[in-house]
């Protein structure tokens, strides 16, 4: 279970958080059919962080947490730690973290992707396929914002120009790297909520997307026609 605390919180004989301003992360472990808790920790930072959406995959007694979200200002991804730091490059930015657990044991960071631009960056949704490739889904206010945290630049742009959202969804490989993105925008406001890969085995996995668009061009949907547009590419 992962989500957000304000202080300090007990957790059976576990306390964790800061007494910082603004929220930190909390990701718990509790067991199966008594849910006794099996760890308690934190991702802590100066300002407002948020966990928006979890995914464990399981090899062995070997587990993977994917969490994304959104952090601001700078944030200690390891739990309970203050060791591997990311800062926001204004606003808050988007977060893709990968973690490793077995047993009751915490979980250890494998790696951290922080990306955003000077306005309100999201991620909303996360998944993973067979072959552990890690997919993102969410919202940018930036102008722009380079969805690759390697030495490379992939840049989406807004349409809206600051003023409204438009949609993204990224793909990372097991190790973070970066495969692609895409983004969809108008001149209002579009967002990336959830995403599912389907896991059937066999041929090409199919991506599956939900979110919401104010934009629309040429049609009216009952309200009137805004005199918007919506493009999905």
């Known amino acids: 279970v992962a989500g957000r605390i304000e202080g300090l919180v007990t957790f059976g004989s576990n306390t964790i958080g800061s007494s910082g301003t603004g929220a930190d992360i909390f990701m718990i472990k509790l067991g199966p059919g008594n849910g006794v808790l099996k760890f308690a920790g934190a991702i802590t930072g100066a300002s407002e962080d948020m966990a928006n959406e979890m995914v464990v995959t399981t090899s062995g007694s070997l587990n993977k947490i994917h969490l994304v979200g959104y ?21 808050v930015d988007i977060f893709i973290a990968q973690y490793q657990q077995s047993g009751s044991s915490l979980p250890t960071l494998n790696w951290v992707n922080s990306l955003g631009g000077y306005q309100g960056d999201v991620a909303h ?31 989406v742009t ?76």
């Open 71 to 91: 952090h601001s200002n700078s944030t200690y991804f390891d739990l309970n730690a203050s060791t591997t730091q990311r800062t926001a490059t204004g606003g």
């Open 125 to 155: 949704g996360v998944d993973v396929d067979n072959g552990g490739n890690v997919y993102v889904s969410g919202h940018f206010f930036s102008t722009t914002v380079d969805m690759n945290p390697g030495t490379g630049t992939s840049n």
């Open 158 to 233: 807004n349409y809206g120009a600051t003023t409204s959202s438009d949609l993204f969804f990224a793909s990372y490989t097991s190790t973070g790297t970066y495969n692609w993105s895409r983004h969809i925008g108008g001149n209002k406001n579009e967002r990336g909520l959830a995403l599912a890969v389907d896991k059937t085995t066999g041929g090409t996995q199919a991506l599956y997307l939900t979110g919401y668009y104010q934009g629309f061009y040429g049609t009216d949907l009952g309200g009137g026609n805004y005199g918007s547009y919506v493009d999905f590419d």
